[in-house]
């Protein structure tokens, strides 16, 4: 059974092939068909869970926290459909092009900080969030999500994808994942996984509530 997508978000034909879309400018040269833009599963964690059926429990409209922004693809997306959106990233030059993607969307607030030092950014982020979006390539992306834990609210949800090869390029992904999961316990209820191939390899889409 597929599960439904989020308001704001839908599937539509481009080129011949039923792909996720939202409405909004476009940001990474991706096709269009009126207001409606690709959402490109392939550049995309979240999209990639979408597409592999994972259960996000998003309505459309939410108040999000997204930590690992970069440059802006995926949050473009994520601001289509939401409410607020906070988007940390680290890095001074993706920081540059994300702004030049808020400029075009007046409730997506770019935050040039690290996503491991949640403490940093806590004056700004209001409390209770409905979702944090996760993407950080970075050793110990368990430990980000629950330090992060603060700021979600009672029934928000964490969506989490877990690189294997930015916590141990030795070590098989399921190992790395099975770890990863067992330091989320900590904080969250696990509610869904599951693998991002054929889109992303060695990674895995998380859905968790917190405790």
Known sequence: MTNQLPNGVTRRTFDGSERLATRGTPVYGEPTDGDWRVWDAGRSKLGAMLENDLDLGLSGGETVL????ASGTTVSHVADFAGPTYAVEFAPRPVRDLVGVAAGRENLIPLLKDARKPETYGHVVEA?????????ATQGQARVAVENRRFLGDDGRLLAAIKARSEDVTREPEAVFEDALDDLREAYEILDTGRLEPYHDDHLGVVARPR
């Open 66 to 69: 997204y930590l690992g922004a």
């Open 128 to 136: 209770n969030v409905d979702a944090i979006v996760q993407d950080v």
